[in-house]
């Protein structure tokens, strides 16, 4: 089974810094997706940015960006430019491809809660 | 605004009751997923259904159920239940049912057992 593990539950940031969410998994899958969704005091779950396993290229949306270490099953997200909106739960999140005819579902981490300091 | 829709927001209802929780994915998704957060189990896929029919099954209950009807809206019922079932359930639909699909989450049903 694959599991996805978040070692940072809590992290602090100064407003315009930059900070970096760490995320490892497991998997025997070669092909896969992982995501980083966001889930703000609303509670409401927002996708932050997706990655293909079999893209070599890391993702990147605006200040939003991702490493992505397919050797050492890492996938960390990098925020840039911190803002006071960026304040929330940030989860990893693992999806596998070869389930796409017969269904799957998300795989979620534990969550690291993210605080913005002015 | 993602665009699913879920029913109740919020629910508290006693031990051993039932209830059924309503989501209505975004227009034209076909799957929906149904997913549990909780403080100690954090978030956990229960179900996902495919224009219909049931695709996949996570750690569900067997005290729970849950359909998707023609209409593509789906039900996760909740009975017999414990002081361990308050959590947020979130549903979740996309178009198809691939990673590359990706999954808008509704806000949520808050279910407190007392």
């Known amino acids: 089974a694959q599991t996805v593990t978040q070692s940072q539950p809590e992290m602090s940031v100064q407003e315009a810094e930059t900070v970096t969410l760490s995320c490892t998994y497991d998997t025997s899958e070669s092909d896969y997706y992982l995501f980083w969704y966001k889930q703000p005091p609303s509670r409401q779950m927002i996708l932050v940015i997706r990655q293909e396993a079999y893209k070599q290229q890391n993702a990147t949306e605006n200040r939003f960006s991702v490493n992505f270490q397919k050797a050492a099953k890492s996938f960390s997200l990098k925020i840039s430019d911190s803002q006071l909106g960026d304040a929330a739960m940030y989860f990893c999140a693992y999806f596998p491809r070869g389930e796409e005819t017969s269904g799957s579902r998300l795989t979620f981490g534990e969550g690291t809660q993210l605080t913005v300091n002015p | 605004d993602s665009g699913v829709t879920q029913t109740p927001k919020h629910l508290i209802t006693a031990t051993g009751q039932r209830v059924t929780l309503r989501c209505s994915p975004r227009?034209?998704?076909?799957?929906v997923y149904w997913y549990q957060q909780s403080l100690d189990q954090g978030l956990q896929f229960l179900i996902q259904y495919y224009n219909g029919e049931e695709r996949a099954k996570g750690n569900i209950l067997e005290r729970f159920s849950a359909q998707q009807f023609p209409d593509l809206h789906s039900e996760l019922n909740l009975s017999s239940l414990e002081l361990g079932d308050s959590a947020l359930y979130f549903c979740?639909?996309?178009?198809?049912?691939?990673?590359?699909?990706?999954?808008?989450f509704g806000p949520g049903t808050r279910l407190t057992v007392l």
């Open positions: 979740a639909s996309s178009l198809g049912q691939g990673g590359h699909n990706e999954q808008f």
């Open positions: 227009s034209g998704d076909l799957s």
